[in-house]
């Protein structure tokens, strides 16, 4: 059963940096996307960041330049690395893996960790 955990959201400073984790277990990790998303309250979830298997990244546009995903494939894992943080990117953050087996794409989301930046 493929399960994932995501870890690492706390309170931090405005300008301050967190990073966050999302480990996967439980499936044969050769091709998936690991998509990491927030929401905020009141909002709607909305996309922030994905790696692929391949190695294609992308960002939101209002993150770029101040966080960073990246992966460690021994330990199937993805991190996010948040710099510069603002107020406005407090939200709970949440990993989606999209796994690719038997031909057919499966997701599967985490629980979700909480960041909050304030003074």
């Known amino acids: 059963q493929v399960q994932v955990v995501e870890s690492g959201g706390g309170l931090v400073q405005p300008g301050g940096s967190l990073r966050l984790s999302c480990a996967a277990s439980?499936?044969?990790?050769?091709?998936?996307?690991m998509t990491w998303y927030r929401q905020a309250p009141g909002k709607q979830r909305e996309f922030v960041a994905r790696?692929?298997?391949?190695?294609?990244?992308s960002y939101e546009e209002s993150v770029k330049g101040r966080f960073t995903v990246s992966r460690d494939n021994a330990k199937n894992t993805v991190h996010l690395q948040m710099d510069s943080l603002k107020p406005e990117d407090t939200a709970v953050y949440y990993c989606?893996?999209?796994?690719?087996?038997?031909?057919?794409?499966?997701?599967?989301w985490g629980q979700g960790t909480q960041v909050t930046v304030s003074s």
């Open positions: 989606k893996l999209g796994l690719l087996s038997h031909s057919s794409w499966n997701d599967y």
């Open positions: 439980g499936g044969s990790f050769s091709t998936y996307y």
């Open positions: 790696i692929a298997s391949d190695g294609l990244i």
